[in-house]
């Protein structure tokens, strides 16, 4: 008898352990700790200026029925739930439109951050990376007000 319950708290002991570390993994890549530099959102939105803004607008709020928002709720309808590396990911293939595929990974990885930065996920201390896998890991929430 006494053996099943310890067995009972030992299977307890090891799924709250896996839950915990679950947690700490998760917790080193929420978008909410700030995961781009200030820095390096001023370098995106110098790049944005120059390359997107014409489709997307100063405040990012694209063209009604032509370009997507890239902040606000329309932006996170299509966005929330998917991760950061997603976002690069389009950044790198596809825009540009009319030169798709011409940004530098450093160059998305920046934009990327400059599309945080307007819709206020914190900045941190280190620069997004500009490896896709690197940013898969980040979630897209919705952003604390
Ligand atoms: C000539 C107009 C134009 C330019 C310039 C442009 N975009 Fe876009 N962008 C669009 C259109 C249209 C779409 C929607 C169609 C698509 O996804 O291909 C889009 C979609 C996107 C999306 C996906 C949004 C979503 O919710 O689906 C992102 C992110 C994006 N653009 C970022 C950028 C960035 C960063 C730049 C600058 C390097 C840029 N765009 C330059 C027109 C443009």
């Not at 839950?19 to 993994?25: F, N």
């Not at 929330?80 to 950044?91: A, C, K, N, P, T």
């Not at 530098?104 to 997004?128: F, H, M, N, R």
Request: aromatic residues 6%.
């Amino acid at each position: 008898m006494t053996k099943k319950i310890d067995i009972v708290i030992a299977a307890c002991a090891v799924l709250w352990a896996t839950a915990g570390l679950h947690s700490t993994l998760r917790a080193q890549v929420a978008i909410a700790d700030g995961v781009y530099t200030e820095e390096q959102a001023r370098r995106g939105k110098a790049l944005f200026t120059e390359s997107c803004v014409e489709c997307h607008g100063k405040d990012l709020n694209g063209m009604e029925d032509i370009v997507p928002p890239l902040t606000g709720e329309n932006f996170l309808k299509t966005w929330r739930g998917r991760s950061v590396g997603d976002l690069f990911d389009q950044i790198s293939k596809t825009m540009p439109v009319l030169d798709p595929g011409s940004l530098k990974p450093e160059q998305a990885a920046d934009l990327a951050a400059y599309i945080l930065s307007v819709s206020k996920y914190p900045a941190g201390t280190t620069d997004l990376a500009s490896k896709l896998e690197a940013l898969q890991s980040i979630k897209i929430e919705t952003p604390k007000q």
